[in-house]
């Protein structure tokens, strides 16, 4: 397995690269640019060629969201990841992933600061309009995680404090489904189940895969409820228009599911501690 470069060495890198290009300040190709915030620019399109050129696929994620992905070892790991391998390998180029909050990725695809975002990302109406999605890989749904023995069901959510990621289809179900007493939105999905345990909120809403990963670790104090509160599924973003890339990417995604494949990277990253 190669190593992957996480955020802070490649940011951190590109940064060195292009300071050390003199005093050339016209960065606008860069693709890992260094600005915190995904500024709707004309930046171009990733094309095929491009990123064959450069050598280079980028994928954008937010891996606090195991089994999809997380940190391990200072390094982003996950089935998403194990994904995006299989892609770069198509395209005969390395895999570099940059982690990122989660309500930024749709903004930073589109604004060039990398070719795609795998995320365990939601297709919706709303996104589908942002960006152009790429064949479903995997099927989901929003589930409840509560503090053991504390009653809470999942049929009745109305008056509680509920923890989400933010800008996530947990934190859209919280907000626009249920009368909550109040709505945390967390930064990461690990953020909201430590905020469960500590007692500051009632229950958390997430995906389910995720729901199982954080109450796995939570020393048998939390547990996911069985009813679950949507049907979603995942794709990958790219750019609104990059349709050679999202034909490149369900080519191998169709492999991938035909070879069983994705199921596989699953399982390999649900292994309990
Ligand atoms: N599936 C949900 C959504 O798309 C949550 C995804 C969160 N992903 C992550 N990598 N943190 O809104």
Known sequence: MKKLAVLLAAVMAMTLALTGCGSNSNNSSSVASTGSSASETSS??????????????????????????????????????????EFAKDLGVELEVVDMNFDLLIDSVNAGKGDFAAAGMTVDEERSKQV???????????????????????DNLDGLVIAVQESTSGDFYATD??????????????????????????????????????????????????????????AIACKKGNT???????????????EGKIDEFVQNHMVVE
């Open 132 to 154: 152009d999605f790429t064949t479903k890989y995997v099927k989901s749904a929003q589930h409840v995680i509560i503090k053991k023995g504390s009653g809470v069901t999942a």
């Open 244 to 258: 050679d890339l999202v034909e490149a990417f369900n080519k191998t995604l169709e492999r991938l599911m035909n």
């Open 44 to 85: 171009p399109t990733p094309t095929i060629d491009a990123i064959k050129e450069r050598g280079k696929l980028i994928m954008l994620t937010e891996a606090t969201f195991a089994p999809f992905e997380y940190i391990e070892n200072g390094e982003v790991v996950g089935a998403d990841v194990d994904i995006a391998q």
């Open 177 to 234: 489904e249920i009368n909550a007493k109040e709505v945390l939105r967390f930064k990461s999905a690990v953020e909201a189940g430590t905020a469960l345990k500590s007692g500051k909120c009632d229950a958390v809403i997430i995906d389910e895969l995720p729901a199982k990963a954080i109450a796995d670790k939570s020393n048998g104090e939390l547990e996911v409820l069985e009813d679950k509160l949507t049907d979603e599924e995942y």
